[in-house]
């Protein structure tokens, strides 16, 4: 497609059950990103995939929380046994990965855990 | 830890006024780059500098890179409700991923 694609939008989930976020990136891209935002707050960085190379989890905050891209293209983000401060917005993005080249961001899945 | 503080954090203005927003670190990024974010969408990538001492313009905006690299600033002129938004800058460093700084939500009033 012609943009980062996130689906779903909208998810809300009863605390302790797992969900899971998807991230269909530009095609072409090959660095993917996971972020996480919580409202009208800055960018909290998860986890990079850069084409073959082993991901950057140095952001993920806890064990529930993993992700996996398959193919070189989708990506995939899960949190098992969500928690109310698991709620926030998760922003994935993809880029070219040439240094300075900017990031397009997809509009997010919103995630509230009640 | 390498951080990007941004200035002000929060923003509201009368059309038409001009105003500066600033990025600062202690750290040296091989590029500088300036998003906008609206409500319900990711951040959309609104300029790349990458000189020390680089002054982008768009429109009504004008981006400066710092002569050593370290901190940036975005200037608006004449503002327009639709320049409301969170101004999020990120710094890039030699293996591509950005430090971002926590944004400026800019808020002006018709």
């Known amino acids: 497609g012609a943009g980062v694609s996130q689906s779903p939008s909208n998810k809300v989930t009863e605390k302790g059950k797992d969900v899971e976020l998807r991230c269909d990136p530009i095609?072409?891209?090959?660095?993917l990103y996971w972020y996480r935002q919580s409202l009208g707050q800055g960018l909290e960085f998860l986890i990079y995939?850069?084409?073959?190379?082993?991901?950057?989890k140095s952001g993920l905050p806890s064990d529930r929380f993993s992700a996996e891209r398959t193919g070189g293209s989708v990506s995939t983000l899960t949190i098992q046994r969500t928690q109310q401060e698991d709620s926030a917005v998760y922003l994935c993005?993809?880029?070219?990965?040439?240094?300075?080249?900017?990031?397009?961001f997809g509009s997010g899945t919103r995630l509230t855990v009640v | 830890t390498q951080l990007l503080e941004q200035s002000p954090q929060f923003l509201s203005i009368q059309e038409g006024e001009n105003l500066t927003v600033y990025c600062n670190s202690s750290s040296v990024f091989s590029s500088l780059q300036w998003y906008r974010q609206e409500p319900g969408e990711g951040p959309v990538l609104l300029v790349t500098v990458v000189t020390g001492g680089e002054v982008k313009k768009l429109k009504r905006l004008t981006f400066q890179f710092g002569d050593a690299r370290k901190d940036s600033s975005l200037h608006i002129t004449a503002a327009q409700p639709g320049d409301t938004g969170l101004y999020l800058c990120?710094?890039?460093?030699?293996?591509?991923?950005?430090?971002w700084g926590a944004g400026t939500k800019l808020i002006i009033k018709p």
């Open positions: 095609s072409g891209h090959t660095a």
């Open positions: 990120a710094g890039g460093k030699s293996n591509y991923q950005l430090i």
């Open positions: 995939f850069q084409g073959n190379s082993a991901p950057d």
């Open positions: 993005a993809s880029s070219l990965a040439l240094r300075g080249d900017g990031y397009t």
